[in-house]
């Protein structure tokens, strides 16, 4: 049995796999439109979400399964202290796929565990958020047709920012890639994650606080929200909160081709009046992750 926990558990192969079943999805939904029928997903969120869950949702529904579940602690039996293993073990008794984010990193793996069923990974603590990385490798591929031979900037939380560190673990396995660390020093890329993912690939990268001093070179800017609910004190996170804010000013160097991602949700860090721009990919990317999320449940329940 196949779990998604951390985006390392699909090989490069496999990846291109689910993007191949994605982009039929797109081009041939009523193909899937029964292919999970009888089934159940179970979203367990321990944390809010509106893309993650509700992406999950409509997949498993257009792929005509059904979803239980439950969108906060507090309206599960969690709040009464039960533990996350016994939660993925009952609701391996009621469905057939779990989909969990949790506060704290790690719990996704602890009910894999325990579960009879899949569990995937949407979100854990500051750690990963590997189903976001299918997203962004979708948009990837349909903007740019390619993985390698990319410079790639990340802009904001790059400490908790847990899909910054899911993306550059993936990115980190193609050729020819650059990466570019922009962030305040307080809110660095952990040194985890650099020594896992750039060192070890012997990926070239640069670490700067100024955003628009390395805004030329990039192919791809995954801007991020500074992640309040991760701080331990709201004074950094008011001081940090606004540290880049992109406009249309700071689009000025910007090559033509620049795709502007962001995970979504968005507090101020992209101005809304680059929504417009044709550089703008963060709402293809929300689409696109309801593709990926049906190719996986497909792949997950073996129906592909
Ligand atoms: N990108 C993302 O995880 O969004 P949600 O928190 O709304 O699920």
Redesign the pocket.
Known sequence: MRNLIDILDFSKEELSELISVACDIIDNPDKYAHACEGKKLATLFFE??????LSFEAAMYELGGNVIGFSSAGSSSSSKGESVADTAKTLSCYADIIAMRHPKEGAPYVAAKAASIPVINA?DGGHS?PT?TLADLLTIYREKGRFENLTIGFCGDLKFGR?VHSLITAMARYDNINVVLISPEELKLPSYVKRDTLKKFNIPYEQTTDLEEVIDKLDILYMTRVQRERFFNEEDYLRLKDTYILDEPKLVNAKKELSIMH???RVNEISIAIDDDPRACYFKQVLNGKYMRMALILKLLKEV
Do not use: A, D, F, M
């Open positions: 809010p979400s509106t893309r993650t869950r979100g958020h976001q899909t995970p979504l949700p």
